[in-house]
């Protein structure tokens, strides 16, 4: 993933700050930017951040951030922990540097890394384009992922997107045969099932436009 430039980590800071998830004309209130300058950024580093659509207020838009920088799993586990070692693409830290409310059990002789200086998770950094990152930023990023209040996976709002795109086709398909008439099902049954595609879709839309971290 390409270097994140000043005008990406200026945003990403920003985002980290509002539990990775803000309101668009926020944005441009604390950045002192205008709503061009964020959609650019934006849609330079899609792996980064996506922008969600309101459906109920137009303009009100909300940019959330979708890169994640998440602790191994396996790593502290016993009695091998991780066996990808460098393969692995995940940090490998003490999981007390990533929970706050984890107290590490070894503080003065941890056979765990407590550091972001490593080998591996230099690499994993610099692979994901986050090597210019501050440190206080890349923190910000690791406990925000380590959180699953404060993550929005860019996954889940694919997957909405592609079932509005094929709700909408769906519809639209539907409504020609109702106009041709070349279906043998009453149509009143080919009205409902339009009716219920309908609902998912507003609801799937509801779900991207009213999401909010707290």
């Given at each position: 993933?390409?270097?994140?430039?000043?005008?990406?980590?200026?945003?990403?800071?920003?985002?980290?700050?509002?539990?990775?998830?803000?309101?668009?004309?926020?944005?441009?209130?604390?950045?002192?930017a205008p709503v061009e300058h964020i959609l650019s950024i934006v849609a330079?580093?899609?792996?980064?951040?996506?922008?969600?659509?309101?459906?109920?207020?137009?303009?009100?838009?909300?940019?959330?951030?979708?890169?994640?920088?998440?602790?191994?799993?396996?790593?502290?586990?016993?009695?091998?922990?991780?066996?990808?070692?460098?393969?692995?693409?995940?940090?490998?830290?003490?999981?007390?540097?990533?929970?706050?409310?984890?107290?590490?059990?070894?503080?003065?002789?941890?056979?765990?890394?407590?550091?972001?200086?490593?080998?591996?998770?230099?690499?994993?950094?610099?692979?994901?384009?986050?090597?210019?990152?501050?440190?206080?930023?890349?923190?910000?990023?690791?406990?925000?992922?380590?959180?699953?209040?404060?993550?929005?996976?860019?996954?889940?709002?694919?997957?909405?997107?592609?079932?509005?795109?094929?709700?909408?086709?769906?519809?639209?398909?539907?409504?020609?045969?109702?106009?041709?008439?070349?279906?043998?099902?009453?149509?009143?049954?080919?009205?409902?099932?339009?009716?219920?595609?309908?609902?998912?879709?507003?609801?799937?839309?509801?779900?991207?436009?009213?999401?909010?971290?707290?």
């Open positions: 993933m390409p270097l994140l430039d000043a005008n990406a980590i200026a945003l990403l800071h920003t985002l980290l700050t509002t539990n990775s998830l803000s309101r668009l004309s926020t944005l441009c209130a604390s950045l002192q330079a580093h899609p792996f980064v951040f996506a922008r969600l659509r309101a459906t109920d207020t137009p303009g009100d838009d909300r940019i959330a951030v979708v890169l994640d920088l998440t602790n191994c799993t396996f790593y502290a586990r016993p009695p091998c922990g991780c066996t990808k070692d460098l393969a692995c693409p995940y940090l490998h830290l003490c999981p007390s540097v990533v929970l706050p409310n984890r107290r590490c059990q070894r503080p003065h002789d941890c056979p765990l890394s407590h550091s972001l200086d490593t080998e591996h998770n230099r690499r994993v950094i610099i692979e994901r384009g986050l090597e210019n990152l501050p440190q206080k930023t890349l923190i910000m990023l690791i406990l925000a992922s380590a959180d699953p209040s404060k993550t929005v996976c860019r996954h889940f709002i694919n997957e909405i997107k592609m079932q509005n795109i094929l709700s909408i086709e769906l519809i639209s398909s539907l409504f020609a045969i109702i106009s041709q008439n070349h279906v043998e099902k009453p149509i009143v049954m080919i009205y409902i099932y339009v009716i219920f595609i309908c609902v998912r879709l507003i609801y799937a839309n509801m779900v991207i436009a009213k999401l909010d971290i707290r």
